[in-house]
């Protein structure tokens, strides 16, 4: 792995670890939500470019995105609500964390494949 990629892995997961700490203090900070939020998401596309470059299945990672948990039972009514609850908590209009417009970018994108492919499935 290129240092400079090392070196942004670690600071997504220091970020992240904050955000979980100051979250156990006190889990209604509203800011941090978002801001942990976004940082997860950049994590789970890093993981989703690893997959994507080794050619790996990378359905569980599109889920994770949206932080869907149980990807083997989900319809896409339940990918519609993931999206818009993730959604709003990186939107950049709501949340003003420089990292905020890409992940929402990521976001988008991980949704219409979910759902694209929910729909490619259901008509086969």
């Known amino acids: 792995m ?12 220091k970020a992240i670890q904050q955000g979980f700490a100051a979250l156990d203090l006190n889990p209604e900070l509203r800011m941090v939500q978002k801001y942990t939020a976004a940082y997860l998401v950049h994590k789970f596309d890093l993981m989703l ?5 080794m050619k790996m299945d990378d359905t569980e990672v599109l889920y994770s995105i949206l932080f869907i948990e149980d990807c083997f039972s989900v319809d896409a009514g339940t990918i519609k609500k993931h999206y818009k609850e993730v959604a709003l908590l990186v939107h950049p209009d709501k949340n ?8 929402f970018k990521i976001i988008r994108k991980a949704w219409e494949t979910l759902l694209f492919d929910h729909n490619k499935r259901r008509i086969t």
């Not at 470019?49 to 470059?53: I, R, Y």
């Not at 003003?96 to 417009?101: P, T, V």
């Open 2 to 13: 290129p240092k400079q990629l090392q070196k942004n892995t670690r600071n997504i997961d």
């Open 49 to 53: 470019c690893f997959c994507q470059k």
């Open 96 to 103: 003003d964390l420089i990292a905020a417009e890409e992940a």
